[in-house]
């Protein structure tokens, strides 16, 4: 092995120090002056070595000097490298402050936006308990006694009454914020590992860049360290962590630009919800419908919980609470319901199949029920072609507004349902209604025309069609609070149900066929595979 020489004692010759170095390095063995460096058994030797030990191929020898000047140029090119790398690193660091910064300030105004909306809920809440009470003391003030005591009864009831509205709204945005909440932590959580990431990277860096110092100073550290070191630093160039980090921070800013709070009213009700981000669904729930529904199908919703499915060999009609998950029968029996849609907190529109009609008027295939499922109201259409069997769809639109046609006719009436009145015709040109009809936020309508589905405007103008020919048994259901459309659609060479795949179901697979995926006000999914409803909640992932 080589090392420094002994210090010189009195008599013995000094040796020459090497070319271009300030110290001596012997060879252990022979005392001898390092020469040599063998690159098979990569050890520098001294003249002795050569010749004794290492004389014999395949033994390659290099004369010292060389390796040591080579080995100085390899370590001095890395530096450019080592130090634009550098430079990348705290580039990053800029740019993950500044990611950071702006995903919190988005993700505040979100949470402002909310408690904003929330607040001005809550105060006309409040504004609405005081003309209430004062509407109750007017009244109150002519009888005094018996007034002033149903007085105190109804202010109880109504203080009760708006305290759980209160709490209602609360709650609901008690929940968003909590939604945005877990949208904010993962993000500061996925930035906080990419902050790890980067700094680990420019602590190794900074490590290389210190070793590579000391080993300089002494050439038989140098020698022996620099090719571990040069592999280290080769490794370190080529693992790109800093082009990883840097787009995996545009794909978060990217994701966090898309979140927004999305509100509306829908069936007479206020909803508000974190949307905008494309995100993954996740079932939440199966709820298994009773088989005294007898050949079940999903019909549409009567609120945020609430789904109505027709059993279509009873023609009995049932509500099932996703919730409770309890099925409860709301018709009993000769009903053919086609669609319904909440018209307010109070009362249901529903359409209808009729296989008796006869007269130019279609009665009894439009009709409002209140909650408790009593008639309400009939309403008249007219009645266009011959057909003994009529089939009417219905919708809700944003000005609470029925919009209704009959099946293979190219008319949509918009009806008052305050009084039954027709209030506008819409005519398609040379299309027909062969399904569900759907009112968009914006005003347009989606229309079921055959296998596809036509969006038009409330001059009957085509706006777009939307149609895929892999669809099989398409049904298509609007969010009403962002106007997105939900497809599914029967996958025959797959056998499964998209959007969403849905368990093999035992009972009647056309039943299944033709059974939307609903979409609720509060932004899940409800797809039905014959058997269960299943609940689908989207959530934000990085």
């Known amino acids: 092995m080589a090392s420094k020489f002994p210090t010189k004692k009195s008599g013995e010759v000094d040796f020459r120090k090497r070319k271009g170095h300030d110290m001596t390095w012997s060879c252990d063995k022979h005392g001898e002056p390092i020469k040599f460096y063998c690159k098979k058994h990569k050890i520098p030797i001294c003249h002795p070595c050569a010749t ?3 004389s014999q191929k395949p033994c390659d020898l290099d004369d010292i000097e060389d390796v040591i000047f080579e080995r100085r140029r390899q370590l001095d090119e890395k530096r450019p490298k080592i130090q634009e790398l550098q430079e990348q690193m705290k580039a990053l660091i800029t740019k993950i402050k500044t990611t950071s ?11 402002n936006n909310i408690q904003a909306s929330y607040h001005d809920k809550i105060k006309s809440v409040g504004e609405k308990e005081n003309r209430m009470i004062r509407v109750i003391n007017e009244e109150a003030d002519e009888e005094i006694r018996l007034v002033n005591e149903k007085r105190g009864k109804r202010i109880k009831y109504c203080n009760t009454e708006r305290e759980n509205e209160r709490q209602i709204i609360k709650d609901k945005e008690a929940k968003i914020l909590s939604e945005a909440n877990t949208i904010s932590e993962s993000v500061s959580k996925k930035i906080k590992d990419l ?4 700094q680990h990277l420019i602590n190794t860096i900074t490590n290389i860049e210190s070793t590579i110092k000391r080993i300089s100073k002494h050439d038989e550290t140098l020698v022996n360290e620099a090719p571990h070191l040069l592999a280290s630093i080769d490794e370190n160039l080529s693992s790109n962590v800093h082009q990883d980090v840097s787009d995996c921070l545009d794909r978060i800013q990217s994701e966090v630009e898309r979140v927004k709070f999305v509100e509306g009213e829908v069936g007479g009700e206020y909803y508000g919800r974190i949307d905008g981000y494309i995100g993954k669904w996740e079932l939440v729930k199966s709820i298994h419908i009773p088989s005294v529904v007898n050949e079940s199908r999903v019909c549409g919703l009567v609120s945020d919980d609430e789904i109505c499915v027709r059993g279509v060999g009873n023609r009995d009609m049932y509500v099932t609470n996703i919730n409770t998950q309890h099925t409860e029968k709301v018709i009993d029996g000769g009903v053919w319901i086609t669609s319904c849609a909440p018209i307010d907190s109070n009362v249901i529109v529903c359409g209808k199949e009729r296989d008796d009609c006869t007269d130019d008027r279609l009665d009894g295939c439009i009709t409002l029920y209140d909650r408790q499922w009593k008639v309400f109201r009939d309403i008249s259409i007219p009645r266009n072609g011959c057909r003994f069997f009529c089939i009417v769809y219905v919708d809700v639109d944003r000005d609470g507004m029925i919009i209704a046609a009959q099946e293979d006719q190219s008319n949509i009436y918009v009806i008052n349902h305050a009084n039954g009145e027709i209030v506008d015709t819409i005519t398609m040109p040379g299309k027909k209604v062969w399904g569900e009809i759907q009112a968009l936020s914006s005003g347009d309508i989606v229309v079921k025309t055959g ?4 969006v038009i405007s409330r001059s009957g103008e085509e706006k777009a069609v939307i149609q895929c020919d892999e669809w099989d048994w398409p049904q298509c ?12 659609y029967w996958d025959r060479a797959r056998k499964v149900r998209r959007i969403v795949k849905y368990v093999k179901s035992e009972r009647s697979p056309f039943n299944m066929f033709i059974s939307p995926c609903l979409v609720t006000p509060s932004g899940n999914l409800v797809g039905f595979d014959g058997r269960k409803l299943h609940l689908y909640k989207k959530i934000f992932i990085l």
Not at 101 to 111: D, K, R
Not at 479 to 488: E, H, N, P, Q, S
């Open 52 to 54: 004794k030990d290492h």
């Open 101 to 111: 910064t702006s995903g919190s300030t988005h993700l505040q105004t979100i949470n």
């Open 195 to 198: 902050n790890n990431k980067n």
């Open 451 to 454: 296998n596809q589905y036509t």
């Open 477 to 488: 259901r609007v969010d009403k609070l962002t106007d997105t459309l939900y497809i599914a």
